[in-house]
């Protein structure tokens, strides 16, 4: 070691810190807090300001672990919670109670891509006094900085694109100084911390966040516009396709569309597990954001346990077909989508 006077913890704390403050200049915020994992930070980012007896609400379309922290745990503290939609804002001022704290989005959500108006959130939180917090997983700092519309809370998954390359887990909350001072406190008491080596890696990753996310956006863009033509697919969802029906406010918030595409197959249940079958280049997982084109079937995967009712009100369909646009050549990924859909029918 050049200098003595370090220790090797000390230096370990740096990659961290180096990290955060590299998500705080992206996300234009004071301060951000890096943690072991994007439910490490969502979790802590609610913890550090609700206590029993608080009401939360939260948009319906989140990710699904925030939802089972919302229904499986949040009873046994006494936090209650409402879930709203996340387009239509009377169902929003109906959820108001005298002691909601928090107003929880996920823009663009996962996996159905509905967009929230952050500028309307904002103005709903500012009215009734809660905080604004937006899991900003999908777009990143890169296409969509949450702080620019008032954000107080931003989360992040770094697992997704802020490695992007699939290999280590990681998460961040970013904000204003005074709040991230309350996470801080909230997260070194109870552990979730990053470990140093995942974040050199991940603020290493931050080096070709551009390049890789215009690289993504290419692609789900090129992708989502031939789906629409295909004789198999039955309708296409992309933030910045015109037919999407939040269209103009993804063109107001977002740079660009981002790296995710659904699609609904035509037929249903059998019809996209007989796609997935037929797949040979891309991943079939339930991750996202890797360089890797990645498959997703929620019907027969992720969400098979669940009825068709149960998961038509997470709103996935039967066919919905979840395609996570990596860095590959177009022409690869296409073709091995097209073979797939033909093979399905
Ligand atoms: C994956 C994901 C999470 C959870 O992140 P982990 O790093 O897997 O814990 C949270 N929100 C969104 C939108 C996600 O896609």
Redesign the pocket.
């Known amino acids: 070691m050049s200098n003595p006077g370090i220790s090797i913890a000390a230096l370990q704390i740096r990659n961290s810190i180096e990290l955060e403050n590299k998500m705080a200049a992206l996300e234009n915020t004071d301060d951000a807090v890096s943690t072991a994992?994007?439910?490490s930070a969502?979790f802590n980012s609610f913890m550090a300001f609700l206590k029993a007896g608080d009401h939360l609400i939260s948009s319906r379309a989140v990710?699904g672990?925030?939802h089972t922290i919302f229904t499986q745990f949040f009873p046994n503290w006494n936090i209650d919670f409402t879930l709203v939609d996340p387009v239509d804002q009377d169902t929003w001022q109906k959820a108001i109670r005298p002691n909601t704290k928090m107003f929880f989005v996920?823009t663009p959500s996962?996996p159905g891509l509905d967009i929230v108006d952050l500028t309307a959130a904002k103005s709903f939180c500012e009215t009734n006094g809660l905080l604004l917090n937006v899991?900003n997983?999908?777009a990143t700092p890169y296409l969509q900085q949450p702080a620019n519309f008032g954000a107080d809370l931003i989360t992040h998954?770094?697992?997704?694109f802020i490695d992007g390359q699939g290999r280590v887990?990681?998460?961040i909350v970013a904000g204003k100084r005074e709040l991230i001072a309350q996470v801080k406190k909230f997260c070194r008491s109870t552990g979730p911390a990053l470990s140093p080596f995942n974040a050199w890696i991940l603020s290493k990753s931050l080096e070709t966040l551009a390049v890789r996310m215009d690289r993504h956006c290419d692609n789900a863009e090129k992708l989502a516009n031939i789906l629409i033509d295909h004789p198999q697919v039955s309708g296409v969802t992309y933030p910045f396709l015109k037919n999407h029906p939040s269209y103009d406010i993804a063109k107001r918030q977002m740079k660009r569309g981002g790296g995710l595409v659904t699609f609904e197959i035509k037929g249903g249940l059998e019809q996209g597990r007989r796609f997935l079958d037929a797949i040979q280049m891309l991943s079939l997982t339930a991750n996202?954001g890797d360089t890797r084109s990645i498959a997703t079937h929620p019907a027969s995967t992720t969400h098979a346990r669940l009825t068709t009712e149960a998961r038509a009100e997470t709103g996935i369909t039967d066919g919905l077909i979840r395609i996570s646009a990596g860095l590959e050549h177009i022409d690869d990924i296409v073709s091995d989508i097209d073979h797939a859909l033909n093979a399905s029918a």
Do not use: Q, R, Y
């Open positions: 994992s994007g439910m969502i990710f672990a925030t996920e996962n899991d997983c999908f998954s770094a697992t997704k887990l990681g998460g996202l």
